[in-house]
């Protein structure tokens, strides 16, 4: 073999060497969030996918694959007997021009919560209100309005729930003078809260 076909091969092996070593950025396209999309059969839950499914059924559903999320601990053993784990999107969900990242709860196992998180620009209020009133019109009247304001952390929340008899929708708007804008749309199971 002549000298510099060796030195080819060689820098070809290199090459592919580093190509395995390090893959390919993933990418993640958005994903429309509606709201059209948040019960069935009269309950609610995300699109398709049931409550109580277990990790590996609720992927199956999802057009990616949920990573687990360990930035978030256990609860404290001595109030509860079970375990948490929470998984959470690589993609965000965009509703009307606002982003989220979207966290799903597993209790014992089984799914019981899915929150998105968003991170609201300037025109967080108007966003807010317009959610607000889509949520009203689709799933009729809050079950329940809450306002809470901490002089203290100078932190504000209003958030609306809706109830039917095994699942809960909660939507929670929070602002301050030291915190950016922010919002949460939850659903859970009932027996569980989205806190």
């Known amino acids: 073999m002549k000298k510099g076909a060796g030195t080819v091969i060689?820098?070809?092996v290199i090459a592919l060497l580093i190509i395995l070593h390090f893959p390919k950025k993933e990418t993640y396209d958005d994903t429309t969030l509606s709201l059209e999309s948040l019960q069935s059969d009269g309950e609610y839950q995300f699109g398709n996918i049931e409550w109580r499914l277990s990790l590996p059924w609720v992927n199956d559903k999802l057009p990616y694959h949920l990573a687990q999320?360990?930035?978030?601990?256990?609860?404290?053993?001595?109030?509860?007997?079970?375990?948490?784990?929470?998984?959470?999107?690589?993609?965000?969900?965009?509703?009307?021009?606002?982003?989220?990242?979207?966290?799903?709860?597993f209790v014992a196992g089984s799914l019981e919560v899915i929150k998105f998180n968003f991170h609201l620009d300037d025109d967080y209020q108007q966003w807010f209100e317009d959610q607000v009133a889509k949520l009203q019109q689709l799933y009729g009247a809050e079950s329940d309005k809450i306002e809470t304001f901490s002089q203290e952390l100078n932190i504000k929340t209003i958030g609306y729930r809706w109830d039917?008899?095994?699942?809960?929708?909660?939507?929670?708007?929070?602002?301050?003078?030291?915190?950016?804008?922010?919002?949460t749309l939850g659903l859970a199971f009932k027996g569980n809260t989205l806190e």
């Open 69 to 105: 999320d360990t930035t978030k601990g256990q609860p404290d053993k001595k109030k509860f007997t079970y375990n948490i784990n929470y998984y959470k999107t690589k993609n965000r969900y965009v509703l009307d021009g606002q982003a989220a990242k979207a966290t799903f709860e």
């Open 164 to 183: 039917t008899d095994r699942t809960t929708l909660q939507f929670l708007l929070t602002t301050g003078d030291t915190i950016h804008p922010s919002a």
């Open 10 to 12: 060689l820098l070809f």
